[in-house]
């Protein structure tokens, strides 16, 4: 890794003297590719990496930081879903610029009319990877490993956990409130889900990449390692994964879409800084890129040769609060501090205009949105006047957790955290920034050992259930409700919602949590942020999902 940075540093010096000898048309020299590939490229990579010639369909895609793991089912992040997306294939997908369900593995489906089972008819001659036949017996094996923590597949020993598997489908066989009654194998291509009750997003869950087949051969032959051998139906097959700095992908010549994928070869490239992402793709050394800094767009959209993607609305950044540490414990505190951080001045400032300033948890685009919530706005004395009245008038100390990595809805949480810092200095409070590596900062977040902290959500099935249910629900703390908030109400709202078929209905249910969760203050919303992206000009048929997990496998190389 050390000579990994060497030559990123190299690259960005042989840049910055390249511009200044520039003519000043604002494009980049086009020897700066070739010089920086003889002068840095130590790790002899430059075929893989390279400057797609002619008839050369190797993707290069930059990203901030590296997967957590390969077994898509027992993660949440970003980083991770982006790759496995081209891995594994769900029952249900979701059409290519929105959440709208579209077949899958599946090629139709049907709901009987009280809602509570549903039959999927599956794609026919569909091999994993490792050539072993895809069908409805894989499908049984694969959601029994989620949904049973002592399955021969799950790996809880090996510590495995499926949090989403419980968030989306109401917990885990045995558990009262587990939603997925029965899965019978009608035949080779015909399954049936057989539900307790109703459940108004459960196409749109089945349609989540989380829940993609993973081969049982390759569940056998791998057991736990399975997170690093990754073996799907999908348009890529895994080739090899060199930890924090690239994966590779290889077209698979059996996929079951004829045409399909047009890439031979697909490498995620980590570079964690935004600003050497950029020049990376200036220079020509890769070919996508995400996570670029607001300030950047406009002179990508001007520079010939490149061309900018902008994602749809569709997450938060937030500030989140550990509400079982004092003083945070006190809701008095906690609105204080919504009072205290000035969200307005920090989407200014940082995201030029590819952002809205946070109200509530969803976007503002998503259904059951509550418009008649106000913001707290940005009031040092209103703040003071709470701290003071929560008995907190001297001020206190706490530690707030920064991510290391740049993420959609922050790509620069450094220099939030220090606007949050200054914030809660103007009211008394003090605060000490903590940095941890990626991986650990999510594990230790998880665990509850921080107090304030900074993250956000994407969401992955365009439904406000994944939000809230995934971040505030008591039944998710242990997985991604790291505030540990915890209120009877709100968990009974989610759940009335979720079980709800009416969309109206929904809406209004929704609503009713947003207001109480504006009162209760676990959190600051800070932001939704419309995403950035960019890629080489001769790359076609790039389409970013809201998501950010992207699917590849339409997208080409032009060679002419």
């Given amino acids: 890794m050390k000579g990994k940075y060497a030559f990123w540093s190299i ?10 000898a520039c003519s000043g048309d604002g494009g980049a020299d086009p020897s700066a ?54 891995i594994f294939e769900s029952l249900l997908d979701y059409d290519k610029e929105s959440f709208e369900v579209v077949p899958g593995l599946s090629h139709d489906w ?38 049973d923590p ?26 009262d409130t587990h939603n997925i009654k029965e899965i019978n194998v009608i035949n080779d291509y015909e399954i049936e889900f057989v539900l307790k009750a109703p459940q108004g997003p459960f196409l749109q869950n089945m349609a989540m990449h989380y829940f993609a087949m993973t081969s049982p051969a390759a569940l056998e032959k791998y057991g736990p390692d399975i997170g690093e051998n990754p073996v799907g139906t999908g348009p890529f097959k895994f080739v090899s994964w060199s930890k924090n700095d690239q994966i590779i992908l290889e077209k698979f010549a059996d996929y079951r879409k004829e045409g399909l994928p047009k890439l031979d070869q697909v490498i995620f490239e980590v570079i964690p800084e935004n600003s050497a992402r950029l020049i990376a793709l200036r220079s020509g050394e890769v070919d996508i890129i995400d996570g670029i800094n607001p300030d950047d767009a406009a002179g990508i959209e001007s520079e010939e040769g490149l061309e900018l993607y902008v994602r749809g609305e569709n997450n938060v950044g937030f500030l989140g609060m550990n509400v079982e540490k004092e003083p945070l414990n006190d809701k008095l505190v906690r609105q204080a501090i919504n009072y205290a951080v000035d969200t307005e001045a920090i989407v200014e400032a940082l995201y030029a205009d590819y952002a809205t300033t946070a109200i509530n948890l969803i976007p503002p685009n998503y259904f059951g949105y509550n418009e008649e919530i106000k913001a707290y706005g940005h009031d040092v004395e209103r703040a003071q006047e709470l701290l003071a009245e929560a008995g907190y008038d001297n001020g206190f100390e706490l530690d707030l957790w920064v991510m290391p990595v740049s993420r959609p809805y922050m790509p620069d949480p450094e220099t939030v955290a220090e606007i949050v810092q200054s914030n809660l200095e103007e009211v008394g409070i003090t605060t000490n920034i903590v940095r941890e590596e990626w991986a650990p900062y999510l594990e230790k977040t998880g665990k509850g050992e921080h107090e304030l902290y900074l993250l956000g959500w994407s969401g992955s099935n365009g439904d406000p259930d994944y939000f809230f249910d995934s971040l505030l629900h008591g039944d998710s703390i242990g997985g991604e409700n790291r505030s540990f908030y915890k209120n009877n109400e709100v968990d009974e709202l989610i759940d009335q919602a979720g079980a709800e078929i009416d969309q109206g209905q929904r809406a209004e249910l929704y609503k009713q949590v947003q207001a109480i969760l504006h009162e209760e203050a676990p959190g600051v919303n800070i932001v939704h942020s419309t995403p950035l992206a960019a890629a080489k000009s001769e790359v076609k048929n790039f389409i970013p999902h809201p998501s950010t997990s992207d699917p590849l496998e339409e997208v080409e190389i032009a060679t002419e």
């Fill in 110 to 147: 049907e709901v009987s009319d009280d809602g509570l089972s549903y039959t999927f008819f599956l794609e026919e001659d569909v091999t994993f990877h490792d050539g072993t036949p895809f069908n409805a017996e894989a499908v049984k094996i694969n959601f029994e490993r989620w949904a």
């Fill in 33 to 86: 590719s070739e010089e920086g590939n003889e002068a840095g490229n130590e790790e002899g990579t430059s075929e893989q990496k390279g400057s797609n010639a002619a008839g050369d369909q190797v993707l290069v895609y930059a990203r901030g930081g590296d997967s957590v793991s390969l077994d898509f089912a027992s993660i949440s992040d970003g980083e991770s879903s982006r790759v496995t997306k081209n």
């Fill in 150 to 175: 002592k399955h021969k597949y799950a790996f809880t020993d090996q510590g495995y956990a499926y949090p989403l598997y419980g968030t989306m489908f109401g917990g885990y066989k045995g558990d």
């Fill in 11 to 20: 690259l960005m010096l042989l840049f910055i003297l390249l511009l200044a």
